[in-house]
């Protein structure tokens, strides 16, 4: 269940959201305002980012978002994104790496996949993990605070067929979010990946069929299907101030579906 309540837990902080228009991206930016933050939306569909601005603006006021129109792959575009908020806001605390190709996608076997289309996914879903926090680390590090939260999946763990240049990126996820831990501790950023299950939201997506998702229920110990809340939840503590010694971790939530 979401938590309406309004708290000033992230007062001064500001969360760069990307992929932030729908889905889990849409909870995240709608939440991380609930929760007293500033939030920048880095998202490709101009419409769908104004729009969940304006849902953030209608409950947390004018002035606590700003929607940015970007291609996370574009690395002239992520810079200008960056410079547009810390323009804004002045600092950014919490980069929320959540844009990906993702519901998009059409299952089919591997040998199937057009090579234009697995080098799409690895542009937007790895490069553009990278191009993001690349550009948000010398800000963190100038504040010598940091939470670069990544999303990756919990397809890594299970190797789920039928679309392997997702699961390849985001299995890089995973290891970008280990390395660059390393590379930021030192200047007290956290790195750290979210691995879900499967999630619904108000997208409707071909990647899980009816039957599919009774087996989903099947595999995890809690018997309800995933909400983008439960996701919502996780990344809170992991950008809170409480979290400041947990790093390079890819926390898996998906209802005890996978053991790491
Ligand atoms: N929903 C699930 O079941 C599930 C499970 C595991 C992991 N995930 C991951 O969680 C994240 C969010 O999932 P979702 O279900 O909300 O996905 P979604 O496909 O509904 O939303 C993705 C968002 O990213 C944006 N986007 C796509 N390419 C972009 C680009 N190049 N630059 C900027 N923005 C771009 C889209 O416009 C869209 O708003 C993704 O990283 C996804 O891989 C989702």
Known sequence: ?????????????????????QGIGRVFAKGFARAGAKIAIVELNEDSGRS???????????????????????PAAVDAAIAETLEAFGRIDIAINNAAIFSTLKMRPFEEIPFDEWRQVMRVNVDGVMLVSKACAPVMRGNRHGRIINISSGVVTMGRPHYLHYVASKAAVVGMTRAMARELGA????????????????????????????????????????TADDLLAAALYLASDGAEFVTGQSIAVDGGTTFR
């Not at 269940?1 to 228009?21: P, Q, S």
């Not at 299950?197 to 069929?209: K, L, N, Q, S, Y």
């Open 52 to 74: 969940v601005a304006a849902e953030v603006e209608a409950e947390c006021g004018a002035g606590t978002v700003i929607a940015i129109r970007a291609d996370v792959a574009d």
């Open 187 to 226: 200047d007290g950023i956290t790195v750290n990946a979210l691995l879900p299950g499967a999630t619904f939201t108000e997208i409707e997506r071909e990647t899980v069929t009816p039957a599919q998702k009774t087996q989903i229920l099947n595999m995890q110990c809690i018997k309800r299907h995933e």
């Open 1 to 21: 269940m979401t938590d309406m309540t309004k708290t000033d837990t992230f007062a001064g902080r500001v969360a760069l959201i990307t992929g932030a228009g």
